[in-house]
Nanobody
């Protein structure tokens, strides 16, 4: 099993930046893909960014050019650098580890972007 703990959320003004962290522990050798998802009030959870264990990345169209997913293997941590934040980026952000056939989720961290 993989355990995930997110951190780094908070309140920021529009145009500002935040960096989210997702620290992984447990059976991390079995992780194929790490991803960041978000869920805004009243909306479904959506994919923000993903990174494969070979280094490939993919992003939602809404965050391309503003968000960057990265990882530090030595720290077993995945990051989401968020720049040029917009009020519509306000959501709870979750980290997910795909370890076939299972998924592991973190508890989420709240990001609030004020206008």
């Amino acid at each position: 099993q993989v355990q995930l703990v997110e951190s780094g959320g908070g309140l920021v003004q529009a145009g500002g930046s935040l960096r989210l962290s997702c620290a992984a522990s447990g059976s991390i050798f079995s992780v194929n893909v790490m991803g960041w998802y978000r869920q805004a009030p009243g909306k479904q959870r959506e994919l923000v960014a993903r990174m494969g264990n070979t280094g490939w990345t993919s992003y939602a169209d809404s965050v391309k050019g503003r968000f960057t997913i990265s990882r530090d293997n030595a720290k077993n941590t995945v990051y989401l650098q968020m720049n040029s934040l917009k009020p519509e980026d306000t959501a709870v952000y979750y980290c997910k580890a795909t370890t076939p056939p299972f998924d592991a989720w973190g508890q989420g961290t709240l990001v609030t972007v004020s206008s």
